[in-house]
């Protein structure tokens, strides 16, 4: 009977072997389509168990020198993007990882940037105000704001629980404003 090494902050079916680790961050950047920070990726990777974080760290420092990815600032971060070779190895190497592994950290990280989306166009700022805070919500979208909102309460718990609330449901919240604003 062989005992399997077990490493910190890896889950159950997680990843190991750091050459697996480049190619899923390759995969993963190719399928998404779209550059993350390293807090972005690392959060992918460990929201989930699937490497450990010096395992991660190490694999993306190797495919920044050996420049299957390269760095660029996005919104004040940098983010990373794959390069050409970055693309031909995701292509050609995916199939080496299970597909289980590759569906969960596709997955993870399409919620990632759907939360990112959905902060960006329901944005609440949260703002120390004599006796306790100010929460402004808004709804942005292209060109004007569609609602905008403050309110007082008078204490932070209070206010970050405005805040997810908020961020949670927001066209539900500007429906039933609506119907109060115009119900007789």
């Known amino acids: 009977m062989s005992k399997e090494t077990i490493v910190p902050g890896i889950g159950i079916g997680g990843l190991k072997d750091k050459y697996d680790i480049k190619i899923l961050i ?56 794959l390069n050409a070779l970055g693309v031909e190895t995701a292509k050609q190497l995916y199939q080496s990882l299970p597909t289980s592994l590759r569906d969960r950290v596709v997955t993870t990280a399409m919620k990632l940037l759907a939360n990112i989306k959905n902060e960006k166009e329901n944005e609440v700022i949260i703002k120390p105000y004599k006796n306790g805070y100010l929460v402004k919500c808004t709804i942005h979208e292209i060109n004007f704001d569609l609602m905008s909102y403050e309110v007082f309460v008078p204490d932070l718990l209070q206010a970050e629980k405005i805040k997810v609330k908020f961020q949670e449901k927001p066209s539900k919240i500007y429906q039933g404003l609506i119907q109060l604003l115009l119900d007789d």
């Open 26 to 81: 390759c995969y993963l950047l190719h399928t998404i389509q779209t550059p993350l920070s390293r807090d972005q990726l690392n959060y992918v990777f460990q929201d989930d168990q699937i490497v450990n974080y010096f395992s991660f760290c190490d694999a993306l420092a190797e495919l920044l020198e050996t420049n299957h990815i390269q760095t660029k600032r996005q919104c004040n971060q940098e983010v990373f993007e």
